[in-house]
């Protein structure tokens, strides 16, 4: 059974970084495809970056340029490097993982993990 495990979170000021790390068990890690989430208070988990076991990667329009997804197969981590953080950006930031990367897009799961609090202030 897949655990995943989100860390890293923090308060931070406006124009910082955080860099935020997934560790996922119970799976074959280096075949599946990872992504990260994150959801606003009273607003929808929305998807913010994918990457695939070949490594290619895609970022949401709104975090383009300034996040950056990347992977430790050895260590069956993902990690979310966040740079030039604006207070729109506070939200708590899940991963999951999944052979299917379409299935990651839609970002329809049952389980998650404990998620991590990124607030970043003006």
């Known amino acids: 059974q897949v655990q995943l495990v989100e860390s890293g979170g923090g308060l931070v000021q406006a124009g910082g970084s955080l860099r935020l790390s997934c560790a996922a068990s119970?799976?074959?890690?280096?075949?599946?495809?990872m992504a990260w989430y994150r959801q606003a208070p009273g607003k929808q988990r929305e998807l913010v970056a994918t990457?695939?076991?070949?490594?290619?990667?895609n970022c949401a329009d709104s975090v383009k340029g300034r996040f950056t997804i990347s992977r430790d197969n050895a260590k069956n981590t993902v990690y979310l490097q966040m740079n030039s953080l604006k207070p729109e950006d506070t939200a708590v930031y899940y991963c999951n993982v999944d052979s299917s990367l379409e299935r990651l897009l839609r970002g329809e799961y049952d389980y998650w993990g404990q998620g991590t609090q990124v607030t970043v202030s003006s």
């Open positions: 990457i695939t076991p070949g490594r290619s990667t």
């Open positions: 119970g799976t074959i890690f280096r075949l599946n495809a």
